[in-house]
């Protein structure tokens, strides 16, 4: 008999200690299927659900559904609207049709239009061709140009093409340019080719330099030739070099042959160190 009741005492003991994580998992479950049925996954026992939750159910699917309707989704269900909610999806759905139209956009319905709506939408079409027309970009009619239109294009695209031929870009049209816009093209020009030249990029023409220009040139590439000699560049002329120059440039390589050799970093010949400079090179480096 004692031994009967001890059996059932632990009996109990084990199930009190399982119950804590069967009713996790029911309660965990619960919360899973109530996620699942308010987000309208197919998982979804509706059965399982309190009262309480389906009424959670039934608003998230209501609210799921304006939702979709308003996006214009084929799953819309324009039957389960409220009164409220159907008239705000018709407030909506015009604007967007009117905003379509506006931009030119396919799912225009012009004849959801208004008379006054129409009239801006046209206005909004003649703007876009106008503005196509002068950028180039997308349809020009140009015959749906006004008078006033045709002659203010016709400038804009005077002006487009007197400042490419002045930027020396490849749409520039030389033949459509006035004297002055010819003027102002050839001065562009030069303007650009000394600045080219006294940068050194490659296009560059040194005859059509002015004599300030070819000396302002020169001096740049002589600068430049200097800075290379004194960073060991390939480019370095060292026959372009001045006395003075070679006599300090060989001053700055004999302190960087020093230093390398005293160091132990870089390139040491020992061959050109001073006496006094082969003494002081520590003995590890020598």
Not at 40 to 48: A, D, L, N, T, V
């Amino acid at each position: 008999m004692k031994v009967t009741s001890w059996k059932f005492l632990w009996t109990l003991i084990g199930f009190l200690g399982v119950w804590p994580v069967l009713l996790f998992g029911q309660l965990s479950g619960s919360a899973q299927n109530l996620a699942n049925c308010k987000q309208g996954r197919e998982i979804c026992h509706r059965s399982r659900l309190t009262e309480a939750q389906l009424a959670e159910v039934a608003r998230a699917d209501r609210l799921r559904n304006v939702s979709d309707c308003r996006s214009g989704y084929k799953s819309c269900d324009r039957l389960k609207l409220s009164a409220q909610e159907a008239t705000a999806l018709a407030v909506a759905d015009h604007q967007r049709n009117v905003s379509a139209c506006e931009s030119g956009i396919d799912s225009c319905d012009e004849l959801q239009l208004t008379r006054l709506e129409a009239r801006d939408v046209t206005d909004a079409a003649q703007r876009r061709n106008v503005a196509n027309c002068e950028d180039g970009v997308g349809s020009c009619d140009s015959s749906k140009l006004t008078p006033t239109e045709v002659r203010q294009l016709a400038i804009t695209m005077s002006e487009r093409n007197a400042a490419a031929c002045k930027h020396g870009e490849a749409s520039c049209n030389q033949s459509k340019l006035t004297t002055a816009e010819m003027d102002d093209m050839t001065s562009a020009e030069h303007t650009r080719n000394a600045q080219n030249c006294e940068y050194g990029w490659e296009e560059c023409d040194h005859s059509t330099l002015t004599p300030l220009q070819a000396r302002a040139t020169a001096s740049a590439e002589h600068q430049r030739n200097i800075s290379a000699c004194k960073s060991g560049l390939e480019t370095c002329d060292y026959s372009e070099l001045t006395l003075w120059e070679t006599s300090a440039l060989a001053d700055i390589e004999r302190r960087r042959n020093y230093t390398a050799c005293f160091n132990g970093y870089g390139y040491c010949d020992r061959s050109r160190l001073t006496p006094a400079e082969a003494v002081a090179i520590p003995a590890e480096n020598k």
